[in-house]
């Protein structure tokens, strides 16, 4: 099983989930609001903020646990979906997941999904 962690930009969110659910097996998904910075300004990412100078910006983050085979499908639908070309378009991350369970049902692994 994976957690894809997808970094959006707001604007972008309902392309996004209109995209995912058109796919044939999508797990669903949990929308969490966010505030970061990316990797900083300029060439090589050098900005160095200081105490006055707080540069966040509001992005969303979308969880989805999926079976491993529906990994790849769901990152490139969340790729495509998110991408403007311009800076701040995102970041995609994933990571195994050990282990889940479903509170209600009891299930255990990808059943749970």
């Given at each position: 099983m994976k957690l894809v962690n997808a970094i959006i930009a707001p604007h972008?969110?309902?392309q996004v989930i209109h995209a995912l659910r058109g796919l044939p097996h999508f797990p669903g998904y949990t929308l969490l609001?966010?505030?970061?910075?990316?990797r900083g300004h300029g060439e090589g990412g050098s900005h160095l903020p200081s105490e006055t100078d707080i540069d966040a910006r509001s992005?969303?983050?979308?969880?989805?646990?999926?079976?491993?085979?529906?990994?790849?499908l769901i990152i490139n639908t969340?790729?495509?979906?998110?991408?403007?070309?311009l800076p701040a378009d995102g970041l995609i991350l994933v990571?195994?997941?050990?282990?889940?369970?479903?509170?209600?049902?009891?299930?255990?692994?990808?059943?749970?999904?």
């Open positions: 972008r969110a309902s609001t966010g505030t970061g910075e990316s992005n969303l983050v979308l969880l989805i646990a999926c079976p491993d085979d529906e990994a790849d969340i790729q495509w979906a998110a991408h403007t070309g990571s195994n997941i050990l282990d889940a369970r479903r509170i209600r049902t009891g299930q255990s692994g990808e059943d749970a999904l």
